[in-house]
């Protein structure tokens, strides 16, 4: 069945610095990855999405990369601010229209 | 748009009761999600339908879990009896589904469940 882990324990950084995320599938090739962000108490909310064919993929201070030969996604927040503290979850599609979630990665970013 | 909403916010209830929760997706979308989310298993996909037909089921844990999506703008899921092992939270997504799917979730609130 479809695996999708990210890191477990939380990711404390200091402000301004680059928090780096981690994504790794596998039994799997997804043509499609997304990340979404989830506030406590809070429904998910999405922030991006990359495709097989892009390495790389910006929003502002976001930026997603996406290894298929590694099976793994990295998400990274650049300049990073104590209002970016949340739980970050990846997901992929399976079997086209199933959407598939990682445990998340809760981030604390500390002034 | 005011976005999926989802009813109750919180429930309460005890061990053997039946519990109904709602769902409200956004106009227009054509596919919706129910998940459940615990500390020890993360996001959960229990099923989801598409143009109001029933997909995959295949997460629903028991027999005792149920889903119906009679129009296009409600959908309810039901536990009956429910078990303290049902306490979560449960959200109901909706999105548009084309032909390749890239479509993004949008998650409502969530409806907290407590099983006692």
């Known amino acids: 069945s479809q695996k999708i882990e990210q890191n477990s324990e939380a990711l404390n950084i200091q402000e301004g610095k680059t928090a780096t995320l981690t994504c790794n599938y596998t039994?799997?090739?997804?043509?499609?990855l997304q990340w979404y962000r989830q506030d406590p108490g809070r429904g998910p909310v999405f922030l991006l999405l990359?495709?097989?064919?892009?390495k790389e993929k910006r929003k502002e201070r976001l930026k997603v990369t996406f290894d298929t030969t590694l099976k793994q996604s990295l998400f990274h927040i650049t300049a990073s601010q104590p209002a970016d503290s949340a739980t970050y979850l990846c997901?992929?599609?399976?079997?086209?229209?199933?959407?598939?979630f990682g445990t998340g990665t809760r981030l604390q970013v500390f002034p | 748009d005011a976005g999926v909403i989802q009813s109750p916010r919180h429930e309460v209830t005890e061990m053997g009761q039946e519990v109904t929760l709602r769902c409200k997706p956004i106009?227009?979308?054509?596919?919706l999600f129910w998940y459940r989310q615990t500390m020890m298993r993360g996001l959960e996909l229990l099923i989801y339908?598409?143009?109001?037909?029933?997909?995959?089921d295949s997460g629903m844990p028991e027999d005792r879990f149920s889903a119906k999506m009679p129009n296009a703008s409600f959908s309810t899921l039901k536990i009956q009896p429910s078990e303290p092992r049902d306490s979560a939270v449960y959200f109901c997504?909706?999105?548009?589904?084309?032909?390749?799917?890239?479509?993004?979730?949008?998650f409502g609130e969530g409806s907290r469940l407590t099983v006692l």
């Open positions: 106009s227009g979308h054509n596919s």
């Open positions: 997504a909706s999105s548009l589904l084309r032909t390749a799917n890239t479509g993004e979730l949008f």
């Open positions: 039994n799997y090739s997804p043509a499609y």
């Open positions: 339908f598409n143009n109001n037909v029933p997909i995959d």
């Open positions: 990359i495709r097989e064919n892009e």
């Open positions: 997901a992929l599609y399976y079997n086209t229209d199933k959407l598939i």
